[in-house]
């Protein structure tokens, strides 16, 4: 079973007083919390225990993107439909990723960390979040233009684990719409924002595939 928990932990006035352009070119996320559970296997973390005015100006519980997590979520759905393996980035954590590769009626789920990459002054490495089939950086060179190479897993922490595809996709819909219920209600300022309308289509786009 698949259980995904989020709460959004910020200065609240601040982002009620501020322009969908502004959130998207300052801000661009919510943060807060955010947990995925596989089956007991937890990435991230989150409490419902009350958190003090203090704690939130101090930057405590904020460590997570809640808009970036859905939204990498969604991606995730979207390239399943039509795809049978897809690693998505743990966008916290260095080099950990997660592995869903489909069956007939579940996903097969990795917790997986990628080697490390050496690099020198001339050269720099984009890491995209998301992944088909296999691991791939970019590597751009000075003088040699950039160059895709497929990036070795050294280690899996846990996995593969059964999950049943429906009821992933269902814990994720029902989780994006409950954020827009949320940011509609008391962040109503930035529902019209770039961040928040590419969750919005995203998800007409799964319904329409659905």
Known sequence: MFKLKYRIVEIEFEIRNISPEEFDSNHSN???????????????YHHSNEISNNEISLGCFQDYSITRWIDILLDLLILLENNKCVIISELESDNWFLEFKKGKKNLNVRHIKA????IDKNTSVTIPYIYIDRLEYIFHYKHRGSVKKEIEILDCDWGPISI?????????????HLLLHDVSNTYENIYISKTILEIKNKMKLLKSES
């Open 115 to 118: 080697k490390n990459t050496h």
């Open 30 to 44: 919510l943060y807060g919390m955010v947990e995925l559970n596989f089956n007991g296997n937890v990435i991230g």
């Open 164 to 176: 049943e595809t429906i009821q992933f996709y269902e814990e994720i819909l029902n989780n994006t």
